[in-house]
Structures are given as structure tokens and as C-alpha cells.
């Protein structure tokens, strides 16, 4: 029970103090309970499905919840945006179906000129890495060269544009993580 109780609190993004005063038991039990060192009594389990926002017999399941494992194979990505014609840019969801996410992963074509495309820029981080092809990520004051392999990390309200550079199209796995906006369930604007 004590991993179970762990990932829904997380998920729940409460605190072991939050969860623990909402509850009606010490912090230190709570962290106990979440390490397997005490086991709650029902009235506490119960005082914690509602808390939890879940049925009490989640807690005690040994069975992975679907919600917390997801598997999104190369032909089930959900096209998210994109234009048309050889060259254009276009993005593939990678789980669409998962809510309540703190990223937003999915896989970037980026155009083969960008040059026409504004700069973007929104809150958060984000990662690219190159799966195949070159690219150039653009920058107002730097552009960074990156090919099969290689990553980079960077604070999302820089402004930034990306291009497919090679004669191979390019394709990157890019996350974007917000935890300001509570959710990542919304894509942003795409860079």
C-alpha cells in the first residue's frame, strides 16, 4: 500500500503535511504508512481514499492502475498539428489519453525553413532530443547544430524556432514540463 499511497499523493500534488492535516494523522505515521513500516487502521485508509479521491480499494490493490502506466506504441501517436506538403512542420501526441500529466511529450518534423515561422516562447522547460536527422535550434542570440543522439535542455520563454536541416527529414522527441499551469494536458504553442 505504502508506493500506492506515495504515487497518489503525488499525483494529487499534496504535501505529507497536507495530506497528513486533511487526514487527521501526524506526518511522521503518514510517512510510515508510505514506507510500509505501519499498515492504517480502515477508518484512516477510508480518511484517506477521500482525501485521495479514490475508491479504498485502490490503495490496497497490487494491480498497476492503468492511469499510472501508459504504453503509446510508434502507430498509436495522435497527430496534434501540422501542415501540409513535404518540408511542413507537424507534431504526433505521445499520451494524449493520460490526464492529469506534469509533461507534454511528443514527437516534433520540424519545417525545412524556418525562417518564415515566428520565434515562441512560453512558461516552462523543455528537452529535445534529436531521434533522426539534423536540426538547428534557433535562438534570438544562438543557434545550436544538433544531430541523431544529441539533446539540449533549455527555460521555455526564451525565444526559440527550430528547422529540419538535413536531406533526411528530422525527428525529435520533445517534452515540455509546466508545472505553473497545474496541468499539461494543453499543448502549447508549438515551437
Known amino acids: 500500500m505504502g508506493s500506492r499511497l506515495r504515487v497518489l499523493r503525488q499525483q494529487n500534488r499534496l504535501s505529507l503535511d497536507a495530506l497528513a492535516e486533511q487526514v487527521g494523522v501526524t506526518k511522521s505515521y503518514l510517512s510510515k504508512v508510505e514506507r510500509g513500516l505501519s499498515d492504517p487502521s480502515i477508518s ?10 479514490v475508491d479504498v480499494g ?3 490493490s497490487d494491480e498497476v492502475e492503468p492511469e499510472l502506466v501508459t504504453v503509446v506504441r510508434a502507430g498509436e501517436r495522435t497527430p496534434i498539428a501540422g501542415g ?6 507537424h507534431y504526433e501526441g505521445i499520451a ?3 490526464s492529469g ?3 507534454v511529450p511528443f514527437v516534433m518534423y520540424p519545417p525545412t525553413d524556418a525562417a518564415g515561422s515566428p520565434f515562441k516562447s512560453h512558461a516552462g522547460e523543455e528537452f529535445f532530443f534529436v531521434h533522426a536527422g539534423t536540426v538547428e535550434l534557433e535562438f534570438p542570440e544562438r543557434t545550436v547544430e544538433l544531430g541523431p543522439g544529441d539533446s539540449v535542455y533549455f527555460n ?7 528547422r529540419s536541416t538535413g536531406p533526411e527529414p528530422a525527428h525529435i522527441l520533445v517534452v515540455i514540463h509546466d508545472d505553473e499551469a497545474g496541468t499539461a494536458d494543453r499543448v502549447p504553442s508549438l515551437p
Open 44 to 53: 484512516t485508509a477510508l480518511k484517506l481514499a477521500h482525501a485521495l479521491k
Open 58 to 60: 485502490r490503495l490496497f
Open 84 to 89: 501540409a506538403g513535404p518540408g511542413a512542420p
Open 96 to 98: 494524449t489519453g493520460l
Open 101 to 103: 500529466k506534469r509533461m
Open 156 to 162: 521555455s520563454s526564451v525565444p526559440h524556432r527550430c
